[in-house]
């Protein structure tokens, strides 16, 4: 792993279970996962937490009222996956909910904060997704709500003060006037909090739409952003590539994802992932500019191309140009407009690793693509 800081100040990075297993997981297939995490040399590129999403519980909590896994999924127990996790030098998340069901209507936190977070704790959990699903009480606000989350962090934090706080409070007020303070709460009280609905559908075409979607709920937040604080655009790699998602798609996901500083949680099949897409998720330009330490603030615009940049960590700015347009569109950018004195510049390209030397930027793009580049003055 490239950095054991834990709980860490940078966007979390990792495994979830969720968009390639849904509720069949078992706790062998977690095993597997988390192995091809280390022989992948993912982990090594900084991919070092294995989260449980939905689907881990049993119908029912035990006769003492403590949650507890499903047992034909989870034979020897959560704890023991746990450990299992950690032998592999790896953190382990968990997944619940802040009422009483899960969105699978299997048993949530509601009525037992206390309780779960010192069940979560005994469990040697490091990281907990707090989901904003079904069975909360009559007469809840957003206010009660905030309220729940804030309480359940505050418990989480008191068994473990060392977990990472992961939660949904802002999603479903996406749209309401409730939303930015929920976002403002969020920022107060967790390391990450989800400002996007779930990544749907995914296909091939409907990829762009869905990836420039997440952009555009994302980039008037930025101001939330900050070490040990940070947006959730949602997992990367959702079921790929049984997705239909293409190379080029996976791409423009992560270059969206790191350019807003996401968390960026990998959920597909790792032993169906090709050395190429691999080598995006490895890439280790991609993850500095995500794991930089701040999301993006600044955008310009020529034709339809807009483009978005930050300071780069390896010198200079990184920019994302990404035609918002229906048909393929070229923008023209001068140098000054990226904070270039210089009468010239180099663009490395993060993906090919080409470099060029330009006095101005001129970027071709079709409908919905995307290109990330380092630009520095020549
Ligand atoms: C919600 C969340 C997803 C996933 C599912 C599980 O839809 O947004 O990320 O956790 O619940 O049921």
Same mark, same amino acid.
């Given at each position: 792993m490239t950095s054991s800081e834990w709980p860490p100040s940078r966007p979390v990075m990792g495994y979830n279970t969720w968009y390639q297993f849904r509720t069949n997981i078992t706790e062998a297939e977690v095993v597997r996962q988390a192995q091809l995490l280390v022989s992948s040399?993912?982990? /090594?590129? *900084?991919?070092?937490c294995v989260n449980l999403d939905d689907g881990w519980m049993a119908a029912e909590r035990a006769a003492n009222g403590e949650l507890t896994g499903d047992a034909a999924k989870f034979p020897h127990g959560i704890a023991w996956l746990a450990d299992q996790i950690h032998a592999l030098g790896l953190r382990f998340g968990i997944y619940t /909910?802040? *009422?009483?069901?899960?969105c699978q209507s299997l048993p949530a936190s509601g009525g037992h904060y206390d309780q779960d977070a010192k069940t979560f704790a005994s469990w040697g959990v490091d990281f907990v997704k707090v989901d904003d699903c079904g069975g909360l009480p009559a007469g809840t606000t957003v206010d009660t709500l905030t309220e729940n989350f804030r309480q359940f962090g505050a418990y989480l934090r008191r068994y473990n003060p060392d977990v990472v706080y992961s939660q949904e409070l802002p999603i479903h007020q996406i749209g309401k006037p409730s939303f930015l303070p929920a976002v403002r709460a969020s920022a107060e009280f967790a390391h990450m909090w989800r400002v996007a609905h779930d990544e749907?559908?995914?296909?091939?075409?409907?990829?762009?739409s869905m990836i420039l979607g997440h952009l555009?709920?994302?980039l008037p937040l930025h101001s939330f952003a900050g070490p040990g604080h940070w947006n959730d655009l949602d997992m990367i790699a959702p079921a790929f590539p049984g997705n239909g998602w293409t190379l080029e798609d996976l791409c423009n996901q992560?270059?969206?994802?790191?350019?807003e500083a996401s968390p960026l949680l990998i959920s597909a099949d790792l032993g169906a992932l090709s050395p190429a897409a691999l080598d995006a998720l490895k890439n280790p330009h991609m993850i500095a500019i995500d794991q930089s330490g701040e999301q993006c603030s600044t955008v310009i615009m020529n034709e339809n191309i807009e483009a978005l940049m930050k300071p780069d960590p390896a010198g200079g700015i990184a920019v994302l140009f990404v035609n918002l347009g229906p048909d393929t569109s070229t923008g023209h950018f001068e140098l000054s407009e990226f904070g270039i004195n210089s009468a010239s510049a180099s663009g490395r390209n993060v993906w090919t690793g080409i470099t060029t030397t330009f006095t101005g930027v001129s970027v071709t793009l079709e409908a919905g693509q995307t290109t990330l580049m380092q630009i520095s003055a020549a």
């Amino acid at each position: 792993m490239t950095s054991s800081e834990w709980p860490p100040s940078r966007p979390v990075m990792g495994y979830n279970t969720w968009y390639q297993f849904r509720t069949n997981i078992t706790e062998a297939e977690v095993v597997r996962q988390a192995q091809l995490l280390v022989s992948s040399g993912l982990a /090594a590129a *900084g991919y070092g937490c294995v989260n449980l999403d939905d689907g881990w519980m049993a119908a029912e909590r035990a006769a003492n009222g403590e949650l507890t896994g499903d047992a034909a999924k989870f034979p020897h127990g959560i704890a023991w996956l746990a450990d299992q996790i950690h032998a592999l030098g790896l953190r382990f998340g968990i997944y619940t /909910a802040i *009422g009483t069901r899960t969105c699978q209507s299997l048993p949530a936190s509601g009525g037992h904060y206390d309780q779960d977070a010192k069940t979560f704790a005994s469990w040697g959990v490091d990281f907990v997704k707090v989901d904003d699903c079904g069975g909360l009480p009559a007469g809840t606000t957003v206010d009660t709500l905030t309220e729940n989350f804030r309480q359940f962090g505050a418990y989480l934090r008191r068994y473990n003060p060392d977990v990472v706080y992961s939660q949904e409070l802002p999603i479903h007020q996406i749209g309401k006037p409730s939303f930015l303070p929920a976002v403002r709460a969020s920022a107060e009280f967790a390391h990450m909090w989800r400002v996007a609905h779930d990544e749907y559908p995914l296909t091939h075409e409907g990829a762009s739409s869905m990836i420039l979607g997440h952009l555009a709920a994302d980039l008037p937040l930025h101001s939330f952003a900050g070490p040990g604080h940070w947006n959730d655009l949602d997992m990367i790699a959702p079921a790929f590539p049984g997705n239909g998602w293409t190379l080029e798609d996976l791409c423009n996901q992560l270059s969206v994802w790191a350019m807003e500083a996401s968390p960026l949680l990998i959920s597909a099949d790792l032993g169906a992932l090709s050395p190429a897409a691999l080598d995006a998720l490895k890439n280790p330009h991609m993850i500095a500019i995500d794991q930089s330490g701040e999301q993006c603030s600044t955008v310009i615009m020529n034709e339809n191309i807009e483009a978005l940049m930050k300071p780069d960590p390896a010198g200079g700015i990184a920019v994302l140009f990404v035609n918002l347009g229906p048909d393929t569109s070229t923008g023209h950018f001068e140098l000054s407009e990226f904070g270039i004195n210089s009468a010239s510049a180099s663009g490395r390209n993060v993906w090919t690793g080409i470099t060029t030397t330009f006095t101005g930027v001129s970027v071709t793009l079709e409908a919905g693509q995307t290109t990330l580049m380092q630009i520095s003055a020549a």
